[in-house]
């Protein structure tokens, strides 16, 4: 079992940053390919941002060169620097595992999920 705690979010205006963190436990970091998706109200969770175990990442359209994901292996903690911010950013943010250690857009792929973190863009 993964534990996993997201942290970060808040209420922005167009524009500005924030860095989403997720700390795992319960089981190794090691060989998990990770992820983070987003659910605004009334949508479906999409995917947003995966990142392999060595470190190959890959990323929805609309967030590709303002969202970078990242990891810190020895930390157990998976990162999201989301830049230039806008009011479409805004959903709940989940951090996801997976057992695969390739990275993965498809939601089904990953074994478990965190409670979310919320981001609230203003115009």
């Known amino acids: 079992q993964v534990q996993l705690v997201e942290s970060g979010g808040g209420m922005v205006r167009a524009g500005d940053s924030l860095r989403l963190s997720c700390a795992a436990s319960?089981?190794?970091?090691?060989?998990?390919?990770m992820g983070w998706f987003r659910q605004a109200p009334g949508k479906d969770r999409t995917f947003v941002a995966t990142?392999?175990?060595?470190?190959?990442?890959l990323y929805t359209t609309s967030v590709r060169g303002r969202f970078t994901i990242s990891r810190d292996n020895d930390k157990n903690t998976l990162y999201l620097q989301m830049n230039s911010l806008k009011p479409d950013d805004t959903a709940v943010y989940y951090c996801?595992?997976?057992?695969?250690?390739?990275?993965?857009?498809?939601?089904?792929?990953?074994?478990?999920w965190g409670h979310g973190t919320q981001v609230t863009v203003s115009s």
């Open positions: 996801a595992a997976s057992r695969r250690s390739g990275y993965t857009g498809i939601k089904d792929d990953y074994d478990w």
């Open positions: 319960g089981r190794s970091f090691e060989g998990l390919a």
């Open positions: 990142i392999s175990w060595l470190g190959n990442t």
